[in-house]
């Protein structure tokens, strides 16, 4: 719902808006961030459903289109801005270049939330372990939430029509605790995921450079596995971790 200029298009499709709105289950009692409003297409439909409408928008130029609409705006980058404590439910049309950052962020807030996302992206947070698309931020997105797409979004639905199709996903939370150092191991296995977790430790030594020698780093995963990272469910690789840890 941004400007191109800032990888983002507009969602034309009024029926596609609506259903968006509809699939959040806004009640008189929430309070409802927003991710990008643009020029208030899907803005219009929060406001008549919520209490209140907390509205973050980058772009300068689409301000006064938000004005129309009895929301709060805030003029700043979603990535910089504290997301009030009032907030009881997060939505937004992302810019998809931004989709891995945004993500962790909002997980952090363990609060729901309903983000469209570029079709692919949408399929590696919901990829199963030995799935091609299993990921990192699958990992992250189910260890905190439980992530469900809704419904698939036509490319056709944009304006200018972006190459890609896109998915609405909602997170419902799991009100876990975000474990810095159990995600940065997640980040440096995931980066040799085909490989046994012991090797993707070795290879990802510079990550622990700091804090471990070469000689000790092969000490330490002795009694990591030799399965492959992207086999591992979110309870082995937490196993792993504690492994690493001792």
């Excluded at 997980?107 to 692919?120: A, D, F, N, S, V």
């Excluded at 947070?125 to 419904?151: D, E, H």
Aim: aromatic fraction near 10%; charge should be positive; glycine fraction near 4%.
């Amino acid at each position: 719902m941004r400007s191109n200029k800032l990888s983002q298009v507009f969602l034309k499709n009024e029926q596609v808006l609506e259903k968006i709105a509809d699939s959040i289950n806004i009640t008189k009692k929430d309070v409802i961030f927003e991710i990008g409003g643009g020029k208030g297409p899907l803005t219009k439909y929060l406001v008549e459903k919520a209490k209140k409408v907390i509205v973050c928008e980058i772009d300068k130029k689409l301000i006064p289109f938000l004005k129309d609409y009895n929301a709060t705006i805030i003029n700043e980058n979603f990535l910089k801005v504290e997301i009030p404590k009032e907030v009881t439910k997060i939505v937004g049309n992302i810019p998809y270049h931004l989709s891995g950052k945004i993500t962790e962020k909002i997980m952090k807030e363990q609060k729901p939330c309903t983000i469209l996302y570029q079709k692919e992206f949408a399929q590696r947070i919901v990829a199963k372990p030995g799935n091609k698309g299993y990921s990192r931020i699958g990992v992250l997105a189910q260890t905190l939430s439980i992530p469900k797409i809704l419904f698939y979004v036509s490319k056709n639905d944009f304006k200018p029509v972006p190459k890609v199709d896109s998915a609405l996903v909602s997170f419902t939370p799991l009100n876990k605790e975000y474990d810095e150092g159990f995600f940065k191991f997640i980040k440096t296995l995931f980066k040799f995921k085909n490989k046994s977790v012991k090797n993707a430790l070795l290879c990802g030594r510079m990550d622990w450079s700091n804090e471990l020698d070469k000689r000790k780093l092969k000490e330490k995963v002795n009694n990591n596995s030799e399965k492959k990272v992207f086999t591992l469910n979110i309870e082995e690789l937490e196993q792993e971790y504690k492994l690493f840890k001792e």
